[in-house]
């Protein structure tokens, strides 16, 4: 479909034509002036419209999207445009995008010459899961001359999914070997301990722990130090458990606080795969939703990302009493448990744990929670009166309820992580290799 428009050097250049004339009234030279000037202006209008439809398939463009956009990343669309025009052409382009971005005032320019083709790229972050539809393409033409515009609308309605975060995969892959996430200021996780599944006798190299020396295998080898080498424990078992309930409604910078935890969950299965784990996820809000027992299997993975792509919070409060009737029933073997929660109050957690505990007495329970970070941006505000001080008051009680939930936990024994939402990801992984090194599983 092709429309015509006029540009703004077309309405600013007759502008100066009807001002002219205004002026023209008083000069009679003003006023031949004025009517070369429009006859000169309408003749230059009629060849640039000539020259701009003389072409039907003056300009092609097709858009290139990715199979799945992947949530909370900044994901690359291309779009290929191709000149057939004899002359250099002036582009702009509007994408119809998807609803769900709000994004009124996208724009892209460009200036191709003749038989050419570009390449042009931006960037669109989702913020939620689900299917996205990319619309049309708007793309408008302009001459060298620059004052009419034409318009070619080209139909390339394009359906995409939006998976949690697996750009981030990647990143994490090469990390999880090295037993260290340095990022965002973590500190290096020292390995405490020694694992009892013996690998291999290797001759001692600078930096290994001296109390694994061999010395019968040092004695035979004539005096050069060899040293037994250790691997991790592995295909021990690791869930992921999901909180749907209202308290993961919560947003932050966009997504909810259930996106975060899917993503965290997609990272720390794949380094538990890595680390040669069993891997499982289990979602419930009040009832049980998805179960996906642990395992190592090829397609452990992928089926982890399906399932998570389709996770919605639920407006009840989250039933723990079925969670731990699940647990004692379907997880036998000792496990360690990643529930992906949130409590607003002491109160709320003292409700749900008793059954915490009860899951405790047979799991290595860790439990994630957030930080409610609008309210640390109130404690560091400055106070001005007294409603200011009302605020900062209420804000330091809330956060220090928070302080007193991981001190409840820890007294029972159950690990924790109170995080910004942001952290989460690293923060979690950190902690399960930490708990894999110190061989608490």
């Known amino acids: 479909m092709q429309s015509l428009f006029f540009s703004k050097r077309f309405y600013w250049t007759l502008a100066s034509i009807i001002i002219l004339f205004v002026f023209a ?89 003749s038989e050419e083709e570009h390449t042009l790229h931006y960037f669109l972050k989702p913020v939620e ?30 359906m995409v999914k939006v998976y949690p975060s697996y750009f981030s995969l990647r990143k994490y892959d090469l990390l999880a070997y090295s037993n260290n996430l340095s990022e965002s200021g973590n500190r290096k996780i020292r390995k405490i301990g020694q694992s009892v599944e013996f690998e291999q006798i290797r001759e001692y190299v600078t930096g290994d722990d001296i109390r694994t020396i061999n010395w019968k295998a040092t004695a035979r080898k004539g005096g050069q130090h060899m040293v037994n080498n250790y691997m991790d424990e592995r295909s021990q078992q690791v869930y992921c458990i999901i909180d749907k309930g209202r308290v ?4 932050f910078e966009g997504m909810t606080l259930l996106d975060y935890a899917i993503n965290a969950t997609l990272i720390l299965t794949r380094v538990a795969l890595l680390k040669q784990d069993r891997a499982g996820l289990v979602t419930f809000s009040e009832t049980i939703g998805q179960v996906l027992p642990a395992e190592r299997r090829a397609g452990q993975m992928n089926n982890i990302l399906e399932t998570l792509y389709d996770q919605k919070t639920q407006f009840g409060e989250s039933n ?32 749900q744990l008793p059954y915490i505990r009860s899951i405790a007495k047979s799991h290595l329970v860790l439990v994630v929670f957030f930080e409610n970070t609008e309210l640390r941006q109130l404690t560091d505000a400055p106070v001005n009166d007294i409603e200011d001080l009302y605020i900062r008051t209420i804000a330091e009680k809330f956060m220090h309820e928070k302080q007193l939930m991981v001190k409840e936990l820890q007294q029972h024994g159950i690990f924790t992580i109170l995080t910004a939402p942001e952290h989460l990801t690293i923060n979690t992984v950190n902690k399960y ?8 599983i």
């Not at 993961?248 to 947003?251: L, S």
């Not at 290799?433 to 608490?440: G, M």
């Open 25 to 113: 009234y008083f000069s009679q030279i003003l006023f031949i002036i004025a009517r070369i000037t429009t006859f000169v202006f309408f003749l230059l209008v009629i060849i640039d419209y000539i020259v701009l439809y003389s072409n039907n398939d003056g300009i092609k463009a097709k858009r290139l999207l990715p199979e799945r956009l992947s949530n909370g990343d900044q994901n690359k669309i291309k779009i290929i445009l191709s000149n057939d025009y004899s002359f250099r052409a002036g582009i702009r382009i509007i994408d119809e995008l998807p609803i769900q971005f709000q994004k009124r005032d996208f724009l892209l320019r460009d200036i191709i010459s």
């Open 129 to 158: 899961r689900g299917e996205y539809t990319f619309h049309n393409l708007n793309v408008f033409v302009t001459t060298p001359l620059n004052l009419v515009v034409r318009r070619f609308r080209i139909e390339t309605q394009q």
């Open 248 to 251: 993961m409604k919560m947003p």
């Open 320 to 351: 723990y009493e079925k969670l731990f009737a699940l647990i004692r029933t379907r997880i036998s073997q000792r496990s360690l448990i990643v529930l992906f929660t949130n409590f607003e109050s002491l109160t709320g957690l003292q409700r």
């Open 433 to 440: 290799l930490e708990l894999k090194a110190r061989q608490a």
